[in-house]
């Protein structure tokens, strides 16, 4: 038992002669563990990228309600009205006429 022990702390398994076979596995093994981090770091990146981009989307959200509350106020027939009455044109007295076109 005490023997197998200091086998293994000596590293007897990768010096013998069929060590070439625990050499593989130890490639094999570390080849396994370097994917597994890249993997886990390009994980993580994009978790970052979609938390950027979700940030992105709700400030791009709340510009566009912004806008549109703007133009909604712009477009409003009061401020047209009085926009043009600076420039001098007035409303109609005239009510509109509705044109039918017969074939």
């Known amino acids: ?3 197998k022990i200091i ?5 007897d398994f990768l010096t013998k ?4 076979k625990n050499w593989r ?10 994917v597994m981090i890249s ?3 390009s994980s993580d990146n994009k978790i970052f990228r979609i938390a950027d981009l979700n940030e992105e989307i709700r400030a791009l959200k709340s510009e566009f309600i912004s806008q549109r509350s703007e133009l909604m106020m ?4 009061s401020n047209v009205i009085n926009k043009l009455s600076k420039r001098g044109l007035n ?3 005239i009510q509109a006429t ?3 076109v017969k074939k």
Do not use: A, C, W
Not at 17 to 20: F, M, V
Not at 25 to 34: A, R
Not at 74 to 77: H, P, R
């Open 1 to 3: 038992m005490i023997d």
């Open 7 to 11: 086998s293994i702390i000596k590293m």
């Open 17 to 20: 002669n069929d060590s070439y």
């Open 25 to 34: 596995m130890i490639l094999f093994i570390s080849v396994l563990t370097l």
């Open 39 to 41: 993997s886990g770091h």
């Open 74 to 77: 712009i477009k409003m027939e």
């Open 91 to 93: 409303r109609s007295n």
């Open 98 to 100: 509705k044109i039918i």
